[in-house]
């Protein structure tokens, strides 16, 4: 048939494995007998940004450009610190994350994805206020604005993606004369700068391509706009809802003969256009699952994704039937309906024998009980040897029988939607779901071996902090329960605050949930969430303080490490689900190691390791401190270091002795947090900056003491210490604060073994004779004092 039509998955969407929605709907139109393509952009992209040749060019652009503020540097001194190292390693790094074995070697696994994540602030740090990782990211210009998005896409110095795209697109794909549609997915905000960029380069090369955008977040967009919208200047046609068969009437429309009197779209389901500044639209479609076509995965650059597998998605029911007050998924997904068990499995078996791979994930909004038994059954029943995870929710009728047969089926992981343990709290949300039926289900689960996935949701209107802080503790109770009891050691929790979706039942009866919604700024014309005030309960700052707290943010206590920037700082749940398929253990944070100091001999000779990357930042060390500051990085033993002093070339630290070092040191005024020479040159040592002639790695005997400059907070009961070296944050309650206050004070008698093993692994403690003790107190990076 006629006209060729591209699909296109832009930035930023999941990096570990494929989306579902380019691949079906390629099936889809090729089953129809339609020339189509695939292109996945946000993986081409992502790939092209961690590659050797384009950091280079990226720390060469850091290097020239001015920041805009003082936190903007910090990002752009950061990245030049890491680039060394993120650009000889990045190639390593991608292969060892896409290797099966490198989740049995934790070592290897840190030591790529530590890699990775430079090479993430590397891209950071060489655009302005921007924050770049593979989950979301931030950049000089909002979503949520109009204007701002209309900026981006022409600024490649600001906008990540513009400059990527000017360097890495296939533009041949496009400039094909055959190409008569161009169908973009968009699904997340997180998308829409990069797809709306994509889509303004096309046209100033392509006017005469037509081009559609659907997707989840495209649907719940336009949904509010009457009028033409400026985003029309580069898409002729939104298809809203589902897209199998919209997108082939699109082709023959354009294909066809002129329609007379009207307009090809007023025949497409779930279609919206512009009519002269007027946005006309038809009534949405449910698809025929039964009429399924196969995903065609082959057509994607599967080698590319940052994960083993891969790992593919698949679906066997569509939407939800649930009508759940935080959640705005049934207003953009049309009505639930579910596929026939054999055909779901009949395709899982063609998709292992064409792609090779055991891994796929059920991305199925909710799988019903009655999903779960059938799918379960079929993959039995048929021999289909794989691993599979996907989501439900609890029920009278998860047992320990279907646990079972879930696991034999396959399964290695299964969320669940516990949101909050109060069931007052569950009835407010109209979650439909009992706490004993969660109890019941969690056992059975756990007794058959199938590891879990807890999603929380903190400050859910009318929910008071002791309610938040129940669920808090039942979530870490289910986690420790599946290792401690169950021998499950890969089931995981995590939660975050409340976002008041504008489609979801609080959204729009928000006097039904005691809300009082906030109007957003002017500008913020795209945002699809709101600020709110509530009657009662946690307030909007208390539920993300809640959430921040159990996540175990420590604040912002350091320049160089801190949890909310490290773009890798949590397991990605392809990552857990592979781990729990093979039997490779969760990767626990690597022990700090601590090398011997002084030298035995103290006329042995120190130089600088050669891995150590170190530069001069315009900022003082402390706040009581003036003048700029010298920062240095170790890469393999994953160290930052901040130290004030004068002008300091640490390469002259060649060939140095002990005695020689310290007198360097006391010349250039130069110490960590008001340490004194001596204490300051161990430091160095200790963590690996500095190294003798001859390597010494065992960790040196003697007396424990604490480590200088540790950074505390206390948050809600919680002792949050952080190492401002190391980056590595540990959160202590009850006896365990006490045992830290023990050795902090030097009086270590009465302390608790096991407390104080753990302070040492993660290099809180050390074993040498005392440092001098700081001259001043010492000041976290916000100015608190610790």
Not at 48 to 74: F, I, P
């Amino acid at each position: 048939m006629g006209k060729k039509t591209v699909l296109v998955n832009p930035p930023l969407w999941n990096a570990y494995a494929p989306h579902l929605a380019v691949p079906l709907l390629l099936g889809d139109l090729r089953a129809r007998g339609y020339e189509a393509a695939a292109y996945d952009l946000s993986i081409e992209c992502i790939d092209w940004l961690l590659s050797k040749a384009a950091l280079t060019e990226l720390r060469d652009k850091a290097h020239r450009r001015r920041a805009v503020g003082l936190r903007d540097e910090w990002a752009r001194q950061r990245a030049l610190l890491v680039a060394p190292a993120a650009i000889a390693g990045v190639e390593e790094a991608k292969a060892r994350l896409k290797s099966l074995a490198t989740l049995g070697e934790p070592e290897v696994f840190h030591s790529a994805r530590r890699t990775l994540r430079d090479a993430l602030w590397l891209i950071s740090g060489a655009f302005p206020d921007c924050e770049f990782d593979l989950v979301s990211n931030t950049s000089a210009y909002s979503a949520e604005s109009t204007a701002q998005v209309l900026a981006a896409t022409d600024d490649p110095d600001g906008n990540p993606y513009r400059w990527a795209f000017d360097r890495m697109l296939d533009r041949d794909l496009f400039l094909d004369p055959s190409v008569g549609v161009v169908g973009m997915s968009m699904s997340a905000d997180t998308q829409l700068i990069a797809g709306v960029t994509f889509l303004r380069m096309l046209r100033d090369v392509r006017p005469d391509v037509h081009v559609v955008v659907g997707g989840n977040y495209a649907t719940r967009l336009v949904d509010r706009w009457q009028r033409r919208h400026p985003l029309f200047d580069y898409v002729d046609t939104v298809v809203t809802g589902e897209g199998e068969g919209a997108l082939a009437a699109i082709v023959d429309g354009l294909d066809g003969p002129p329609s007379h009197g009207g307009d090809f779209r007023e025949k497409i389901p779930g279609a919206v256009w512009d009519d002269h500044g007027v946005l006309l639209r038809t009534p949405r479609q449910s698809a025929d699952l039964s009429a399924s076509a196969m995903p065609a995965y082959a057509e994607l650059p599967l080698h590319k994704y940052l994960a083993p597998g891969p790992v593919l998605p698949v679906f066997a029911s569509r939407s939800c039937p649930w009508d759940c007050a935080f959640c705005s998924i049934p207003f953009a997904s049309n009505s639930f309906r579910q596929r026939p068990p054999d055909a779901v499995v009949e395709e899982i078996h063609r998709l292992r024998a064409e792609v090779d791979s055991p891994f796929f994930m059920f991305v199925d909004e909710i799988m019903s009980l009655r999903t779960l038994r059938g799918v379960a059954e079929e993959l039995v029943r048929t021999a289909a040897g794989i691993h599979w995870y996907g989501e439900t929710r609890f029920a009278r009728g998860l047992d320990r029988e279907l646990a079972e047969l879930l696991h034999a089926s396959g399964c290695r992981r299964m969320n669940f939607g516990l949101e909050s343990a109060s069931q007052r709290v569950l009835d407010l949300m109209r979650k439909g779901t009992r706490i004993d039926d969660a109890c019941s289900n969690i056992e059975a689960m756990l007794t058959a071996g199938v590891p879990l996935h807890l999603f929380v949701i903190h400050g859910f209107p009318g929910e008071t902090e002791e309610e938040a802080a129940r669920t808090v503790a039942f979530a870490e109770a289910v986690r420790r329960l599946s290792v401690e009891t169950y021998g499950v050691v890969h089931t995981t929790w995590g939660g975050s605050p409340f976002v008041l979706d504008v489609h979801s039942p609080v959204g729009t009866q928000p006097d039904a949930f005691g809300v009082r919604i906030e109007p957003p700024a002017p500008e913020d014309d795209l945002s699809l969430s709101r600020n709110y005030t509530t009657g009662s309960g946690m307030s909007q700052q208390d539920g993300l303080r809640v959430a921040e707290t159990a996540a175990g943010s420590a604040g912002d206590t350091n320049v160089w490490f801190r949890a909310a920037r490290d773009p890798l700082a949590r397991e990605i749940e392809e990552f857990t689900f592979l781990r729990a398929s093979v039997g490779a253990p969760l990767p626990e944070t690597p022990p700090v190691p601590l090398f011997d100091w002084p030298p035995p001999d103290p006329s042995a000779r120190l130089a600088l390791d050669p891995e150590v990357t170190c530069s001069q930042v315009p900022w003082p060390a402390t706040e009581t401190d003036t003048g700029p500051a010298s920062a240095l990085y170790h890469p393999r033993h994953d160290r930052f270091l901040q130290l004030n002093g004068k002008d300091a070339n640490w390469r002259e630290l060649d060939g140095i002795t002990w005695r020689e070092l310290e007198t360097w040191l006391a010349d250039r005024e130069c110490h960590y947090l008001g340490a004194d020479p001596a204490a300051t040159a161990t430091l160095l040592v200790r963590h690996g900056f500095l190294v003798p002639s001859r390597r010494q790695a065992e960790e040196v005997a003697g007396r424990l003491r604490a480590e200088i400059g540790i950074a505390v907070e206390n948050r809600d009961g919680v002792h949050c210490l952080t190492n401002p070296v190391t980056g590595v944050t540990v959160r202590l309650r009850g006896a365990a604060v006490d045992t830290w206050h023990r050795w902090s004070s030097g009086e270590e008698v009465g302390s608790d073994p096991e407390v104080t093993a753990a302070l040492a692994r993660f290099g809180f403690l050390y074993r040498g004779p005392a440092d001098a003790r700081p001259s001043r107190p010492v000041y976290a990076q916000q100015g608190q004092v610790v």
